[in-house]
């Protein structure tokens, strides 16, 4: 098993261009997450999803969306880049059901918005 | 906003000694999870304690739960070079795993 692999690793913007960070688990697991860590700070949720096309809000949701179209995949768009949004972005899966909480996470992706 | 606060931010140990980490929290949680991030890395899950647990060990690692104080520590026994990482507290309040972190203690361990 790959686990959790986002796509890409890195990637430079202007500020105002537009791009999709791709999101992809192959343990079957029901619940996805977007993060975005900053330096000094933990991560914070941006986006999350409960299953195969379904989204809900976060804690940093603005200037971003979501879909969950496929369950293995969970993709992250930006369709006007801002320099606040240069950061690293994790994605995480978890399966359903008590006893499962544990929420694995992918490589990350670094954005730089210039 | 941060739910879970580490203590310290930074420790600097010595190979062989323990490490202990602390986080504090403000609101109700199901369970509490401590992941490490190694440098440039995503993060990976270490150990679960849930509300009704007091204490948890896996292997070197030994975490505790005082829900009255709302705070957690992780204790890391026999430190080595490579537990050298940022270590995180993360807090699950039960609906749909919404973990919220803190900013992470940076450990390092030193040869």
């Known amino acids: 098993n790959a686990g959790v692999t986002q796509t890409p690793k890195f990637r430079v913007l202007k500020t105002g261009q537009s791009m999709t960070l791709l999101c992809a688990q192959d343990m079957n697991h029901e619940y996805m997450y977007w993060y975005r860590q900053d330096p000094g700070m933990g991560l914070r949720l941006i986006h999350y999803?409960?299953?195969?096309?379904?989204?809900a809000k976060g804690e940093v949701p603005d200037g971003y969306n979501v879909s969950r179209l496929k369950k293995q995949n969970f993709l992250l768009g930006l369709e006007s880049a801002a320099p606040s949004q240069t950061s690293v972005y994790f994605c995480?899966?978890?399966?359903?059901?008590?006893?499962?909480?544990?929420?694995?996470f992918g490589p990350g992706t670094r954005l730089l918005v210039l | 906003s941060q739910q879970g606060e580490e203590d310290p931010q930074a420790l600097s140990i010595q190979e062989g000694e323990n490490a202990t980490m602390n986080c504090s929290y403000k609101t109700s949680i199901n369970n509490l999870q401590w992941y490490r991030q190694n440098s440039g890395r995503g993060l990976v899950h270490l150990i679960l304690i849930r509300s009704n647990e007091r204490e948890k060990h896996s292997g070197r690692l030994r975490v505790t739960l005082d829900t009255s104080k709302k705070s957690s520590s992780l204790l890391i026994t026999a430190s080595r070079a490579a537990d050298t990482a940022s270590y995180f507290c993360a807090t699950d309040p039960g609906a749909n795993s919404k973990l919220t972190f803190g900013k992470g203690i940076t450990l390092s361990v030193r040869p």
């Open positions: 999803s409960v299953g195969e096309g379904t989204t």
């Open positions: 995480a899966s978890r399966p359903t059901g008590t006893g499962t909480e544990t929420q694995y």
